[in-house]
T-cell receptor, first 113, second 112 residues
Framework: DQQVKQNSPSLSVQEGRISILNCDYT??????FLWYKKYPAEGPTFLIS?????DKNEDGRFTVFLNKSAKHLSLHIVPSQPGDSAVYFC????????????FGTGTRLKVLA | KAGVTQTPRYLIKTRGQQVTLSCSPI?????VSWYQQTPGQGLQFLFE???????NKGNFPGRFSGRQFSNSRSEMNVSTLELGDSALYLC???????????FGPGTRLTVT
């Protein structure tokens, strides 16, 4: 039972354009979400998070949107840069106060110069 | 501040053997989680330790075990290795387990 889903395994975007990575979840109890970026041969690095009390969180070129009614979140990268080429994972802790994070399967973003 | 370190970075073992992987968290972090990453499966949660106690465990067989020491360093052990155990094993630390986690570079285990 995959509670966090990233249905697009890959995405290609031209440099300077917007990249939109999507994530769906099934558990309405999730109240905190995170995005991680992973380069080959490195561990994932934390990118941005959002609490369920918000519908948007912005950090520089990265913005995460949360649609609780649709159980959907998205990561927008504007403008996209070649250095953004990586695998992006969304994640959620299984419920408040627990320490088990559920990760999606990842979306590989390729930004074309 | 030094990041999360994992040793060894690469490992090749034979079916039936056992293996121990090590993780040193960021200084001051007391929570350590372990994940298995395989192609197409994303990161699968193995277990989480805090102050030497396992607080949560994923859906892995008992061949997978771990422990945490008083200095927060953690080890995971896999006994009776199977071919399907070939994966990237990632360790992540956080201050208390319910905030963003910081990952190490991982240990690439190959079972032949």
């Amino acid at each position: 039972d995959q509670q966090v889903k990233q249905n697009s395994p890959s995405l290609s975007v031209q440099e300077g354009r917007i990249s939109i990575l999507n994530c769906d979840y099934t558990n309405s109890m999730f109240d905190y979400f995170l995005w991680y970026k992973k380069y080959p041969a490195e561990g994932p690095t934390f990118l941005i998070s959002i609490s369920s009390i918000k519908d948007k969180n912005e950090d520089g070129r990265f913005t995460v949107f949360l649609n609780k009614s649709a159980k959907h979140l998205s990561l927008h990268i504007v403008p996209s840069q070649p250095g953004d080429s990586a695998v992006y994972f969304c994640a959620a802790p299984t419920s408040s106060g627990t320490y088990k994070y559920i990760f999606g399967t990842g979306t590989r973003l390729k930004v074309l110069a | 501040k030094a990041g999360v370190t994992q040793t060894p970075r690469y490992l090749i073992k034979t079916r039936g053997q056992q293996v121990t992987l090590s993780c040193s968290p960021i200084s001051g972090h007391r929570s350590v989680s372990w994940y298995q990453q395989t192609p197409g499966q994303g990161l699968q949660f193995l277990f989480e330790y805090f102050s030497e106690t396992q607080r949560n465990k994923g859906n892995f067989p008992g061949r997978f075990s771990g422990r945490q020491f008083s200095n927060s360093r953690s080890e995971m052990n896999v006994s009776t290795l199977e071919l399907g155990d070939s994966a990237l094993y990632l360790c992540a630390s956080s201050q208390n387990g319910n905030t963003e986690q910081y990952f190490g570079p991982g240990t690439r285990l190959t079972v032949t």
